[in-house]
């Protein structure tokens, strides 16, 4: 790789730099200690629900091999390194007395990333809900965030004496639309609309959690959702309403009630949601800060008359696109777009905004002997990176960006099939072997001290 192939790009001043990784997808030893079942668990095992029939065993096994992580954050260089916890691992059935194993290997984690000078950013919920709460009901049961309530004052209370910066919930709209409209994702529910109780109660336990954590020294609180930027297919009215819901249902449907307190319009759906009293208040606590985790742009057409959903998915013109093909487009304006129109509909109610995710997968071998040259990942990054120096020139308050992903790992219902790490990871011997893609990294934060 040569500097001529990266793009000309600029980079934010003073942002901190940071990887990502998830419990579920790098720490393989699904059943030592006393781990107990999630609904990925369930999801994996199910044949056919995989793409490549995998289980995520080994992959990069980091319940055994954290200190190579740490050693590679190191190297890397990083100001923080957001990990998830497992919910399963610390409380197995998502009920009672936490697991002493599971707690113990957080507390190796945390501390010697500390010792090694990286901030511990961890995720509480990373979508590894316990299978036990599932079968309850999960997220449609209003009695899954009081549960969310319990794990986090038992995560709190162990850890938060030394980590003081924390995600409480990871994407609620793929698991509220992935997972429980359309079955893509665990836990394979195809509710279609009958999955927005799922929403509010996603939301509810984020504002159980806030409670928790700030009750037990934390500092730094927010919730992280997958957003994008939606444009409609063509400029018709069909269109435009069409890309209007998606919208909605993609984007405002979950930053509106942290931000502002309330939920928008919802009657194009026909659907309430089931509020309390003294719901909205928790779940609009204010945040410290807004995570965004960004892919691509979605292009929307006005679904077929008859269809069961008002829009549809469409290639966007003209866009190369990653790995998973032509509904993944690579469009860095597309972040600085929509980090300058969250400015502008939530004004002052915006906090700092941090990127949570940001990365592409591209085709690669499943085992190497040497570096590879993954031009296309470091051309992706240099341009978002870009992107989100661009949003900041017009005002946009971003604090830290965050490639996704440390490692390669199980890309949940893709299997071992889509690779998104800095790193390589033979996902059977799990040897790691860093790419291209992690010396530019470290080259480019080591150029920013």
Same mark, same amino acid.
């Given at each position: 790789?040569?500097?001529?192939?990266?793009?000309?790009?600029?980079?934010?001043?003073?942002?901190?730099?940071?990887?990502?990784?998830?419990?579920? $997808?790098?720490?393989?030893?699904?059943?030592?200690?006393?781990?107990?079942?999630?609904?990925?668990?369930?999801?994996?095992?199910?044949?056919?629900?995989?793409?490549?029939?995998s289980t995520a065993e080994p992959g990069p096994e980091s319940y055994h091999?954290?200190?190579?992580? =740490? &050693?590679?954050?190191? *190297?890397?260089?990083?100001?923080?390194?957001?990990? #998830?916890?497992?919910?399963?691992?610390?409380?197995?059935?998502?009920?009672?007395?936490? #697991?002493?194993?599971?707690?113990?290997?957080?507390?190796?984690?945390?501390?010697?990333?500390?010792?090694?000078?990286?901030?511990?950013?961890? *995720?509480?919920?990373?979508?590894?809900?316990?299978?036990?709460?599932?079968?309850?009901?999960?997220?449609?049961?209003?009695?899954?965030?009081?549960?969310?309530?319990?794990?986090? !004052? =038992?995560?709190?209370?162990?850890?938060?004496?030394?980590?003081?910066?924390?995600?409480?919930?990871?994407?609620?709209?793929?698991?509220?639309? $992935?997972?429980?409209?359309?079955?893509?994702?665990?836990?394979?529910?195809?509710?279609?609309?009958?999955?927005?109780?799922?929403?509010?109660? $996603?939301?509810?336990?984020?504002?159980?959690?806030?409670?928790?954590?700030?009750?037990?020294?934390?500092?730094?609180?927010?919730?992280?959702?997958?957003?994008? %930027?939606?444009?409609?297919?063509?400029?018709?009215?069909?269109?435009? *309403?069409?890309?209007?819901?998606?919208?909605?249902?993609?984007?405002?449907?979950? &930053?509106?009630?942290?931000?502002?307190?309330?939920?928008?319009?919802?009657?194009?759906?026909?659907?309430?949601?089931?509020? $309390?009293?003294?719901?909205?208040?928790?779940?609009?606590?204010?945040?410290?800060?807004?995570?965004?985790?960004?892919?691509?742009?979605?292009? =929307?057409?006005?679904?077929?008359?008859?269809?069961?959903?008002?829009?549809?998915?469409?290639?966007?013109?003209? &866009?190369?696109?990653?790995?998973?093909?032509?509904?993944?487009?690579?469009?860095?304006?597309?972040?600085?777009?929509?980090?300058?129109?969250?400015?502008?509909?939530?004004?002052?109610?915006?906090?700092?905004?941090?990127?949570?995710?940001?990365?592409?997968?591209?085709?690669?071998?499943?085992?190497?002997? #040497?570096?590879?040259?993954? !031009?296309?990942?470091?051309?992706?990054?240099?341009?978002?990176?870009?992107?989100?120096?661009?949003?900041?020139?017009?005002?946009?308050?971003?604090?830290?960006?965050?490639?996704?992903?440390?490692?390669?790992?199980?890309?949940?219902?893709?299997?071992?099939?889509?690779?998104?790490?800095?790193?390589?990871?033979?996902?059977? !011997?799990?040897?790691?072997?860093?790419?291209?893609?992690?010396? %530019?990294?470290?080259?480019? =934060?080591?150029?920013?001290?």
């Amino acid at each position: 790789m040569t500097d001529a192939s990266i793009p000309t790009f600029h980079v934010p001043a003073g942002i901190r730099w940071s990887a990502a990784t998830a419990a579920f $997808q790098v720490e393989g030893a699904r059943t030592a200690d006393g781990r107990g079942r999630s609904i990925w668990d369930d999801f994996v095992d199910t044949p056919g629900r995989v793409l490549d029939g995998s289980t995520a065993e080994p992959g990069p096994e980091s319940y055994h091999r954290a200190a190579e992580d =740490i &050693a590679l954050l190191r *190297t890397l260089g990083v100001d923080r390194y957001r990990f #998830s916890i497992s919910w399963v691992r610390v409380q197995p059935d998502g009920v009672g007395a936490a #697991s002493t194993a599971g707690i113990a290997y957080y507390d190796r984690l945390v501390d010697g990333l500390l010792e090694a000078g990286i901030t511990p950013f961890p *995720t509480l919920y990373h979508w590894d809900l316990p299978s036990m709460l599932e079968a309850e009901g999960g997220w449609l049961a209003r009695d899954t965030a009081e549960r969310f309530g319990e794990y986090s !004052t =038992i995560v709190a209370q162990a850890l938060g004496d030394r980590v003081k910066n924390w995600y409480t919930i990871n994407e609620p709209v793929s698991t509220s639309l $992935q997972g429980y409209a359309i079955g893509e994702l665990a836990p394979g529910r195809q509710l279609l609309f009958g999955c927005l109780p799922t929403v509010h109660h $996603q939301l509810l336990a984020h504002g159980r959690a806030v409670a928790a954590l700030r009750a037990n020294g934390a500092q730094s609180v927010g919730i992280v959702n997958n957003h994008t %930027w939606v444009r409609p297919a063509a400029d018709t009215d069909a269109d435009r *309403t069409a890309a209007h819901l998606y919208d909605l249902i993609h984007n405002r449907l979950f &930053a509106d009630p942290v931000l502002t307190g309330s939920y928008p319009d919802l009657s194009p759906f026909g659907a309430e949601m089931p509020v $309390q009293d003294g719901d909205m208040q928790a779940i609009a606590a204010a945040s410290d800060f807004y995570g965004v985790n960004f892919y691509n742009p979605t292009t =929307i057409a006005a679904a077929p008359e008859g269809a069961p959903v008002p829009f549809v998915q469409v290639p966007t013109p003209g &866009a190369k696109h990653t790995g998973f093909g032509e509904l993944w487009p690579i469009e860095p304006a597309a972040l600085t777009a929509f980090l300058v129109d969250a400015k502008k509909r939530y004004g002052d109610a915006l906090p700092p905004i941090i990127i949570g995710e940001n990365g592409a997968s591209f085709p690669e071998p499943d085992k190497t002997d #040497s570096r590879i040259d993954d !031009t296309d990942r470091v051309s992706y990054a240099a341009g978002h990176i870009s992107a989100v120096a661009d949003a900041v020139a017009q005002g946009v308050d971003i604090e830290e960006y965050t490639v996704w992903s440390l490692l390669d790992n199980f890309e949940w219902a893709e299997g071992f099939t889509q690779r998104f790490g800095l790193v390589h990871v033979d996902q059977e !011997t799990s040897v790691r072997t860093p790419k291209a893609s992690f010396e %530019w990294y470290r080259a480019l =934060i080591a150029g920013t001290r």
